[in-house]
């Protein structure tokens, strides 16, 4: 059975469902999107308790936001990498360092707007490290991959169809990117380049970015 990857709007952000024999949920979203969440399982014919595992890519707010809330309703166990897990369990709010022009300008607006911004703590269940994490025992063929870059303890989901749900390893769409490319913030870029290899020697066709649409790989191996 060839997974399904339906996309949800939540704050800034696309997350994302995949629906194989079992359910899983990539990242978390904007703080405060729990309605909008329920809107979209809805949407999807899918009970919130079908999911039962949600991947968090990184730890910056907009995508661990919603965490606990939709942890709290699913039931579902949290993934997240070993080097970010306490910016969930402790609210922390860091800002990745733009690394474009446009990249730096942003990332002092968005500066502007953090003390309004609050991040409801949970417990990270599931804590991952550097190697790869099988999903098949959620019924889903793949695996979370660490590909660190855009923040230390950023994941990958890799799909053995060749889709790649990357967080904010790639970004698509304004108001960060004219069209498919690189991210603008990262902690590294010379990680972000190394995991970008990583992932289509592991076979990354098309990509899923957390902000923008899909794209097909061949921009990130142009970009590098």
Partial sequence: ?????????????????????????????????????????????IRPQEIKLIVLTHGHWDHIGSAKEIKDLTGAKV???????????????????????????FGRIMGLFMPLVHI????????????????????????????????????????????ALVGDLAMNGFPLRSGPGLPIFAEDMQKVRESWRLLMDAGAETIYPAHGEPFSVDFIRKAL
């Fill in 1 to 45: 059975m060839r997974p399904r990857i339906h996309p949800i709007k939540l704050g800034v952000d696309h997350c994302y469902i995949i629906h194989g024999e079992g359910i899983i949920m990539v990242d978390g979203g904007a703080p405060n999107q729990l309605k909008n969440f329920l809107k979209a399982v809805e949407r999807l014919s």
């Fill in 120 to 163: 409801p703590v949970t417990h990270v269940d599931m804590v991952l490290g550097d190697g790869e994490f099988p999903l098949s025992g959620y019924g889903v063929p793949g695996k979370v991959v660490h590909t660190p870059g855009h923040s230390l303890g950023s994941v990958s989901v890799l799909l053995e169809t060749g889709d």
């Fill in 79 to 105: 993934a997240m990498h070993q080097q970010e897990k306490h910016w969930l369990e402790k609210s922390l709010k860091p800002l990745p360092p733009g690394v474009t022009l446009w990249g730096k300008i």
